[in-house]
């Protein structure tokens, strides 16, 4: 198959890049400067000049694949737009072809799952950061004519720190901050294995929705102290934690814990990675 990828050079990207070729499948992916088509061609990818504001050129890579995976992530404010455009440019595309499009959501869709273990059964409840993801994720499920498909990973770590070695940094102190009270646990999964669960979905049928979760959620002071290489901790208040990061505080504050049942029972998916607190014990 051919599969059109966004975010094929990004930290999740580039391993379902891999992936995706390890199997024999070809690879084209969107490519905003000359600096990620040259990324995307050291993996072995063929990159597609455009960006996440590029409906046309979007889509026309769209239609010339077998399947989208759409795991693109702006950060900045214009974050919620840019998806939307390139959600959009997907979907009607795809209309009446019966192709794959795979959209990447999040965990934090569910919001506080209240000390349970939420299935794809549990009403979504977003946290504002995030509130748009929830239509986005209809868009694609909703749609006519082809496979909608949404995978929504928990806390990725694997392969270096991945945004946990971000949100745990030390500070200028050689501080390492949680957000809360640390009572609240997350839910994990190793990049490698999100990456094979985005190939096997691929296969999935339409509006399939996907937790992508593997080994015990932990506590999350646990898991600052292993990705801050042992540093003292402390705990941030909420509401400071919002005055300097404004609403990704709440995200962090969150006790958001998932099963990937489904996922292991429907697709065969077989993680098989260390859980985190070894993998960031042993990474370099």
Not at 4 to 23: C, D, K, N, R
Not at 126 to 142: Q, S, T
């Amino acid at each position: 198959m051919t599969i059109f990828l966004t975010g094929a050079t990004g930290y999740i990207g580039s391993v379902i890049t891999e992936h995706l070729l390890a199997a024999g499948h070809r690879v084209t992916g969107l490519a905003r400067s000359e600096k990620s088509a040259a990324a995307l061609a050291a993996l072995g990818a063929e990159p597609v000049p455009g960006s996440l504001e590029d409906c046309t050129a979007i889509a026309r890579a769209a239609r010339a694949a077998d399947g989208v995976i759409h795991a693109a992530a702006e950060l900045s404010p214009e974050g919620p737009r840019l998806d939307r455009i390139a959600v959009e440019a997907i979907a009607a595309a795809l209309v009446n072809t019966g192709k794959p499009f795979v959209y990447t959501s999040g965990v934090w869709v569910m919001g506080n799952t209240g000390g349970h273990m939420a299935d794809e059964e549990t009403p979504v409840n977003p946290v504002p950061l995030v509130a748009w993801r929830a239509a986005h994720e209809r868009i694609v499920l909703d749609a006519s004519g082809l496979r909608g498909i949404v995978i929504r990973p928990a806390m990725v770590y694997g392969r270096g720190n991945g945004f946990l070695g971000q949100i745990f940094q030390p500070d200028e102190r050689g501080v390492a901050h949680y957000v809360g009270t640390g009572e609240n646990r997350w839910s994990f999964v190793d990049v490698d294995d999100l990456a094979e669960l985005y190939r096997l979905a691929l296969n999935a049928p339409a509006s399939s929705v996907y937790f992508a979760a593997a080994g015990p959620a932990l506590a999350v002071p646990i898991v600052a102290q292993a990705a801050s290489r042992g540093a003292p901790l402390e705990s941030l208040p909420l509401e400071e934690a919002r005055r300097r990061m404004g609403p990704l505080a709440d995200a962090l504050a969150l006790d958001c814990m998932v099963t990937a049942r489904k996922a292991i029972e429907e697709l065969a998916w077989k993680p098989a990675a260390p859980p985190v607190l070894e993998a960031l014990a042993h990474r370099g």
